[in-house]
């Protein structure tokens, strides 16, 4: 039982450089979100999708992207990262159509940007 | 938006003791969560509580729904309960299941 998986956990790149951060769980969760956690301000939601082919924006989405061609797999790519983008990120999934929304939260990947 | 506030943001325990963290949200929520991130970084559910008790181990929790208010309670505390505790809404009038973090307490379990 794999559950969520993120990778990698830690990544150092420099300003200006496309990063892809990878998600992928095991559950068949509809529902998939990307969180930033940075000092003094908790998470807080970047994108989230419902379903395969669906998404939308968070709370702070500039600068971020997101795909999701099959249900597993959410990636959230930096087009050009900046220094502010260093921080931790963290990926969710949850089924709230089977059940309570009890989100589960990946290891986490550690971003730094030089 | 709807706030979630979280206290103490710090709290420094002996081992053994008893505590109390709390949770108020300004607006009517239909999910509530716990979580423990420990000193690895690695978030961890403790609860599901949109309303009532639960209890798990030396662990429990109360949210009073119709007061906005959630309480964690932590007795005979252990090392291994330091960490940051965060309190995470979806607020009712939202169907996209979001959740809203506070910005956690800070817990440390001296021996």
């Known amino acids: 039982d794999a559950g969520i998986t993120q990778s990698p956990r830690y990544k150092i790149t420099e300003t200006g450089r496309q990063v892809t951060l990878m998600c992928h769980q095991t559950?068949?969760?509809?529902?998939m979100f990307w969180y930033r956690q940075d000092l003094g301000h908790g998470l807080r939601l970047i994108y989230y999708s419902a379903a395969a082919d669906i998404t939308d924006k968070g709370e702070v989405p500039d600068g971020y992207v997101v795909s999701r061609s099959k249900t597993e797999n959410f990636p959230l790519t930096l087009e050009s990262a900046t220094r502010s983008q260093t921080s931790v990120y963290f990926c969710a999934s949850s089924e709230p159509h089977r059940g309570p929304n009890i989100q589960y939260f990946g290891a986490g990947t550690r971003l730094s940007v030089l | 938006g709807i706030q979630v506030e979280q206290s103490p943001p710090d709290l420094i325990l002996q081992e053994g003791a008893n505590s109390t963290l709390r949770c108020n949200f300004s607006d009517s929520v239909n999910n509530l969560q716990w979580f423990h991130q420990n000193p690895w970084g690695q978030l961890i559910n403790l609860f599901y509580i949109p309303s009532g008790t639960k209890q798990n181990g030396r662990l429990s929790a109360t949210t009073v729904a119709t007061e906005r208010y959630s309480l964690l309670y932590i007795s005979s505390s252990q090392t291994t309960d330091s960490g940051v505790y965060f309190c995470?809404?979806?607020?009712?009038?939202?169907?996209?299941?979001?959740?809203?973090f506070g910005s956690g307490t800070r817990l440390l379990v001296r021996p």
């Open positions: 559950w068949s969760h509809s529902y």
């Open positions: 995470a809404v979806e607020r009712s009038a939202d169907s996209s299941y979001k959740l809203i």
